[in-house]
């Protein structure tokens, strides 16, 4: 584990930094394509603690309801094409975080889902206060997600046509795959007893990802 000294030198014996964060983005990669989740999950959280971004696992209810509160206050006169226009995020460790998460959004996702509303309102307003980086469409396809579970399709579709704009632009490029295979795992109509995933490769791999939407449903109308 490296800590950036004064001069910008690595220290060996402290905690990660936004220089590590693709080291473990890599780590990230590698462990879920082994099928290591908890693994990946722990590494994300282990990396994002240290860029300043403290989650909890098992937020109560409170918790994800203040985190939705402050998404709406921030978001409050904006409209999609106001986001559409944020400038470029320029801060490293925000963007580091902004990546760190689409790496292990489905990892997360499935081995902590009641985490996944937190996890989601935090993008959003990292990406409304620092601006549009590389991984905000995961952001934005995240958030319609939650506006779906709260039964706000259409404020949802908005979002969906903002992630799917947002890829056409040169510095989406890193997230163009993460988000179109949560675009196409996600977009699709959903029971009341839980989400049909029509997976053709890697069905073993997604089966414990297939019901996390109807958990965040659950959370937000208890």
């Not at 990669?29 to 603690?49: M, Y």
């Not at 226009?85 to 902590?112: C, F, G, Q």
């Not at 089966?207 to 958990?215: A, N, P, V």
Request: net charge positive.
């Amino acid at each position: 584990m490296f800590r950036l000294q004064g001069d910008g030198k690595s220290d060996p014996d402290g905690p990660p930094t936004f220089a590590q964060a693709p080291v473990y983005e890599i780590k990230i990669l590698a462990l879920t394509a082994q099928n290591r989740w908890a693994e990946a999950s722990r590494a994300a959280l282990e990396i994002l603690k240290n860029l300043g971004l403290n989650l909890p696992t098992a937020p109560g209810k409170w918790q994800i309801r203040l985190s939705r509160l402050k998404t709406k206050i921030l978001l409050a006169g904006k409209s999609c094409d106001d986001l559409a226009h944020l400038p470029s995020m320029t801060d490293p460790p925000k963007t580091a975080i902004m990546r760190v998460i689409m790496r292990a959004n489905a990892d997360l996702s499935t081995i902590y889902p009641a985490l996944y509303p937190v996890l989601a309102n935090e993008q959003l307003r990292l990406t409304v206060r620092h601006g549009n980086g590389p991984a905000s469409s995961t952001a934005y396809l995240n958030y319609r997600m939650l506006l779906a579970s709260e039964g706000n399709m259409e404020a949802g579709y908005q979002f969906v046509q903002l992630a799917l704009r947002f890829l056409e632009q040169p510095q989406a490029e890193v997230s163009r795959i993460p988000t179109r295979f949560a675009f196409n795992l996600t977009f699709r109509p959903l029971d009341s007893q839980c989400c049909e995933l029509e997976i053709t490769s890697n069905s073993s791999k997604m089966s414990d990802f297939k019901c996390f939407l109807t958990i965040i449903a659950d959370n937000n109308t208890r």
